[in-house]
């Protein structure tokens, strides 16, 4: 059987909304992106140990501190 119509604002869209205001979920992405951030950082200090060249590894190192500076920020004001 095929799945009934969506219904306006009963969809996934809703519930995308929910989830973005959602306290928890923003603690869980700032948790995710600060680890992100420092595990680029090391990976940064592995490269110039072993003489590889380190330049791609900062530029995820400067998205993923970027994205973790956001959402704390965002996480701190509400």
Same mark, same amino acid.
């Given at each position: 059987m095929?799945d009934?119509?969506?219904?306006?604002?009963h969809?996934?869209?809703?519930?995308?909304?929910?989830?973005?205001?959602? $306290?928890? *979920? $923003?603690?869980?992405l700032?948790?995710?992106?600060t680890? /992100? /951030?420092?595990g680029s950082?090391?990976l940064v200090?592995v490269?110039?140990v072993?003489? $590889?060249?380190?330049?791609?590894d900062? *530029?995820?190192? *400067?998205?993923?501190?970027? /994205?973790?500076?956001?959402?704390?920020?965002l996480? $701190?004001?509400?």
């Amino acid at each position: 059987m095929s799945d009934p119509a969506p219904h306006l604002g009963h969809g996934n869209e809703a519930r995308r909304a929910c989830a973005w205001k959602s $306290r928890r *979920f $923003r603690r869980v992405l700032v948790v995710v992106f600060t680890v /992100a /951030a420092v595990g680029s950082v090391v990976l940064v200090g592995v490269d110039l140990v072993v003489s $590889r060249p380190a330049a791609g590894d900062l *530029f995820i190192v *400067f998205l993923n501190g970027l /994205a973790a500076v956001i959402l704390w920020m965002l996480a $701190r004001r509400t």
